[in-house]
Structures are given as structure tokens and as C-alpha cells.
């Protein structure tokens, strides 16, 4: 009788053990679910703030834009497609006297993902030199704005192109998308 007994209870634990074991496997797995669902939204959310910290400076910037505008030395220079009629364009407002200037730039090509363009400043002599190099956003916001240094006095005109490393070493690769002529200052 002790033995059937000990059987019976051998019986009864392994039952309650398999049990216990598919209940902390469904708990596991439900667990696994939570964190992943936990990952999902903080990725969402680290994307949510990176959108945030773009718009604010961008708020920051266009802020800058219209300082340097109202400057009693403050120029805009506009950038125009070669053709004229093109979706892209473009704005340099600059302030010797702030030391500021800001680029902003609308309606560039989606055709990379992650293109990278260049504002390069031509000179009356030498080579063209990188002023920035910037990317487009995305389609739905398609603005640009870019703080620079404002251009040096022996820099005639401006243009954007696409960037790469060729053009980098001053080197023109392909017709800009924009260029813009500085107008000449009267010496006082």
C-alpha cells in the first residue's frame, strides 16, 4: 500500500510539473510578446524626439534667417534653377556685420536615398570652395535650411550641386541645380 501510494504521488507531482512547466512557457512567450511590443514603441517614440529636436532647430534657424534679414547690412541673394521653371529653389540671406548666413533650399530631387548636396562659393579667382554640404529631407517636408558662414568678400556667386567626391576637390561634375550672383556692395 506505501508503494502504491508513493506511485500515486510520483504520478500526481509529474502532472502538476508538466503543468506548471506549459504555464511558465505560455508566461515566457506572453513576456517575449510585452518586450518586443516595449521595443516597438520606444523605437517610435526615439524617432518622435529626433522629429521634435529637427523642428526645433529648423524653428531656430528660420528664426536666424529673419535676424539676419533685419540687419541693417543684411542681403538675400535667390538661387534659380538654370531653366527657371523647376521645382527647386533656393535663399541665401547673410550678414557680414552678424557673421551669420543661412541657406534655405526647397523642392530638391528625392532620387537617393540620402543624397548629399553642396553649396560651394565661386570666386572672382580660383577654384570653387565648399561652403556646406547638406542633405535633402524627406518628401513630405521638403525645406531645407542650413546655417553657413557668410560668404568672404572676393565670393562672386554661389551654386548648389549634387555633392560628391570629384566635385569636392573643385572640380565641376555636372550643371548646379542653383546658382545665385552676389550683387556688389558700394564701398563707403
Keep these: 500500500m506505501a508503494v502504491a501510494i508513493a506511485i500515486a504521488c510520483a504520478v500526481v507531482a509529474m502532472e502538476m510539473a508538466g503543468e506548471f512547466d506549459a504555464r511558465a512557457s505560455h508566461f515566457r512567450h506572453r513576456a517575449d510578446q510585452l518586450q518586443a511590443r516595449l521595443g516597438r514603441i520606444e523605437e517610435r517614440l526615439t524617432m518622435a524626439d529626433h522629429e521634435v529636436t529637427e523642428m526645433r532647430r529648423q524653428a531656430e534657424v528660420r528664426e536666424r534667417f529673419n535676424r539676419i534679414l533685419a540687419a541693417p547690412d543684411g542681403q538675400l541673394v535667390r538661387l534659380e534653377a538654370p531653366d527657371r521653371r523647376g521645382p527647386i529653389h533656393g535663399a541665401l540671406a547673410f550678414s557680414p556685420r552678424l557673421a551669420q548666413a543661412v541657406l534655405e533650399v526647397t523642392g530638391l530631387p528625392q532620387s537617393e536615398a540620402q543624397q548629399r ?21 524627406d518628401p513630405g517636408q521638403p525645406d531645407v535650411v542650413v546655417e553657413v558662414a557668410p560668404p568672404s568678400p572676393e565670393v562672386t556667386a554661389m551654386v548648389i550641386d549634387p555633392a560628391s567626391p570629384a566635385a569636392s576637390s573643385g572640380k565641376a561634375i555636372a550643371p548646379p541645380l542653383l546658382r545665385g550672383e552676389l550683387r556688389k556692395t558700394a564701398k563707403r
Design 117 to 137: 548636396f553642396a553649396l560651394r562659393w565661386i570666386r572672382r579667382q580660383g577654384a570653387p570652395s565648399l561652403a556646406a554640404e547638406f542633405a535633402a529631407r
